[in-house]
């Protein structure tokens, strides 16, 4: 097994005044050569967006978007006449394929939205772009679980993405310990909220975690965490 550890504050980070954001792979004016992404993973964006601010009307093409609330609310419009709030709880999958323009704003003129956009580079080119909005199955403070949020096959819960990769949702009870299976071998993990062990890495909310040539990640929490596990091809 191979591991490597980027800790929060070695991201690159902007703060616009209506948007805090940490950028955990080079994206935008942030460059650096030794993050351009990890597998089919290439984007990994913590954003905290204040009321009433958001990205207006903008375009994507070939790239899987998935979008991830941890506070507050997200309003989605897109090219295809979809129109969608995003709250916690809730995972938005956008293929931009062929091409999509959307904007994305705070639903809420007064309270922040905090949420984490992932881009995964697809499996095929040029297809024809989609949306899809599913919720999660209900977190009972307390539990240590698996939840799948997205996978190529989709999933009664989870939405569908047209790339190499699963993302799943990690919940540790203060105490808790999760073996996660990892069937394509290489995993990134991004903590959402908490702290747990990984491969006896220590990891804080923002953290992300490279992990290679494995089958099985075994994580642990004496305080409780949330984290994203990438399974990537």
Known sequence: MKTL??????RGKFDFGWLDTAHSFSFGDYRDPRYMGFRSL????????????GFPTH?????????????????????????????????????????????EFNASPTDP?????????????GIA????QKRLPAATSGETRLDLIAAPEGGPEAVT???DATISRALLAPGGTLAVPITRGHAW????????????????????????????LTLTSEAGAEVLVFDLG
């Open 5 to 10: 550890h980027r800790p929060a504050d070695a």
């Open 42 to 53: 290439r984007v990994i964006n913590e954003d905290k967006i204040a009321g009433g601010g």
């Open 59 to 103: 375009g994507h093409a070939d790239m899987e978007i998935v979008t991830y609330i941890l506070a507050g609310a997200l309003e989605h419009r897109d090219s295809l006449g979809t129109g969608a709030v995003i709250t916690p709880g809730e995972a938005q999958r956008m293929s931009a394929g062929s091409g999509i323009r959307h904007s």
């Open 113 to 125: 939205v905090h949420l984490l956009q992932i881009w995964l580079l697809p499996s095929e080119q």
């Open 129 to 132: 772009p989609g949306y899809e």
């Open 161 to 163: 993405i047209r790339s």
């Open 189 to 216: 993990l991004q903590v959402a909220r908490g702290s747990l062990t990984a491969a006896d890495q220590p990891l804080a909310q923002g953290d992300g975690f490279a992990v290679t040539e494995t089958d099985t």
